[in-house]
Structure formats: structure tokens, C-alpha cells
């Protein structure tokens, strides 16, 4: 079956202990991105990736860091969370950027909450 | 910097309504315009991707419109149903390979 699959999908934490989200995606896709979901706000893009090795900037990048070493994986790194950081977070993916016409596919959400 | 809106922020219909939700968004430099739907405490489902020469997509009772002159996109849904009820998203495909979301619709289809 095509999916996204994030692990954990809930985790709560404490402000400084770094932590690392996983995502996998098994449709060969060149495309990942992750995203932040907060009430009000909507989703707001954080870091995306084109393919292994090319990760770029999204909206609200601050404190986060992320790396594509294997097509498949795209995990997300807190090295030093903090309250502001608690939220709703998706992993998305989808076969190419450069076709502009492939939908982005969604893990089901990993919640975040940093005390 | 690219701006998504979607409006209203909340709608409630009866059940075989017909309707139309909003996507606004501030710059037409766009690559394609995707719809998604998300129901509490899951991920988001795509709908229709409309990419940018393309002026509408269909599925089913949904329809996807594209005008990106004018900066809006509309998703229609015929003939509501109870299951329709949900949060419906737009997100534009902008510059740099990002993707913007609009904050969304909460629909509440009534029996």
C-alpha cells in the first residue's frame, strides 16, 4: 500500500532534549516536504526537499533542521525544543516537483507537545 | 509574498445543497493549485490538483475551478452529503517549489 508513514505519532517532551520525527515515504517520491499545523494559523511549510541531497527553506524554518540522505526518508530534527514548538506536524510527499501536476501525499500527523 | 485565503471560515448546510467554497491568493505566479480534505485527527486527503494552464478539474460531484488572474479558485460540491462534512483546504504550489495553505473551510453537512 502507497504511504506516508511518520513515527511517533504523539509525543510529549521537555523544553532542550532533542528529537527526532521520521518520515518514509514508499512511492519512490522525488518530493517531501514537512509542514506545522496550529490553530488559526493553518499549515505553514517548514522545510521541503526536491531529492536526495537538495533540502530548502519553507516558511518557518527557525529551529528545526531536516536531512535527505536516502530518497525515502525525510526526517525532522528539533535539536533544542521549545514551547512554541508544540504543535501538529505532517510529513507530505509527492512523485515530482518539476511536473507541477503530481498531488502531495500526507502522513497522518505526529503530535507534538513540548512542556 | 504569496497570501492564501479561503472563505467562509465555516459553513453549515442541509444535506443536497449545492456549494461553493473560496481560495484567494495574492500572487498569480503560481505552479498549480491543489484541494484537499482533512477530518478531525487525520491527515489530509487530496482532492483535485489543478495545474496552472489548466482552468478546471472534476471528480465525482466535485468540481475545481482556476482563475489565475484573478487570483481564485473555487471548489464546488454537488448534491452534499452528510460525509462531506470536513475541513476543506486549498494549498498554491508558489515560488521556490513551496506550497502555501489557506487556512481552510470547516463544512458541516445537516441530515
Known amino acids: 500500500e502507497a504511504q506516508v508513514t511518520q513515527n511517533p505519532r504523539y509525543l510529549i517532551t521537555v523544553t532542550g532534549k532533542k528529537l527526532t520525527v521520521t518520515c518514509s515515504q514508499n512511492?519512490?517520491?522525488?518530493?517531501m516536504s514537512w509542514y506545522r499545523q496550529d490553530p488559526g494559523l493553518g499549515l505553514r511549510q517548514i522545510y521541503y526537499?526536491?531529492?536526495?541531497?537538495?533540502?530548502d527553506k519553507g516558511d518557518v524554518p527557525e529551529g528545526y533542521k531536516v536531512s535527505r540522505k536516502e530518497k525515502r526518508n525525510f526526517p525532522l530534527i528539533l535539536e533544542s525544543p521549545s514551547p512554541n514548538q508544540t504543535s501538529l506536524y505532517f510529513c507530505?510527499?509527492?512523485?515530482?516537483?518539476?511536473?507541477?501536476?503530481?498531488?502531495?501525499?500526507f502522513g497522518d500527523g505526529t503530535r507534538l507537545s513540548i512542556l | 509574498k504569496q497570501e492564501v485565503t479561503q472563505i467562509p471560515a465555516a459553513l453549515s448546510v442541509p444535506e443536497g445543497e449545492n456549494l461553493v467554497l473560496n481560495c484567494s491568493f495574492t500572487?498569480?505566479?503560481?505552479?498549480?493549485l491543489q484541494w484537499f480534505r482533512q477530518d478531525p485527527g487525520k491527515g489530509l486527503t487530496s482532492l483535485l490538483l489543478?495545474?496552472?494552464?489548466?482552468r478546471e478539474q472534476t471528480s465525482g460531484r466535485l468540481n475545481a475551478s482556476l482563475d489565475k488572474s484573478s487570483g481564485r479558485s473555487t471548489l464546488y460540491i454537488a448534491a452534499s452529503q452528510p460525509g462531506d462534512s470536513a475541513t476543506y483546504l486549498c494549498?498554491?504550489?508558489?515560488?521556490?517549489?513551496?506550497?502555501?495553505f489557506g487556512a481552510g473551510t470547516r463544512l458541516f453537512v445537516k441530515a
Open positions: 494549498a498554491v504550489g508558489s515560488g521556490g517549489f513551496k506550497t502555501i
Open positions: 526537499s526536491m531529492n536526495v541531497e537538495v533540502t
Open positions: 489543478i495545474q496552472s494552464s489548466q
Open positions: 500572487d498569480s505566479a503560481i505552479y498549480n
Open positions: 512511492m519512490n517520491h522525488e518530493y
Open positions: 507530505a510527499s509527492s512523485l515530482s516537483v518539476e511536473g507541477a501536476n503530481q498531488p502531495q501525499h
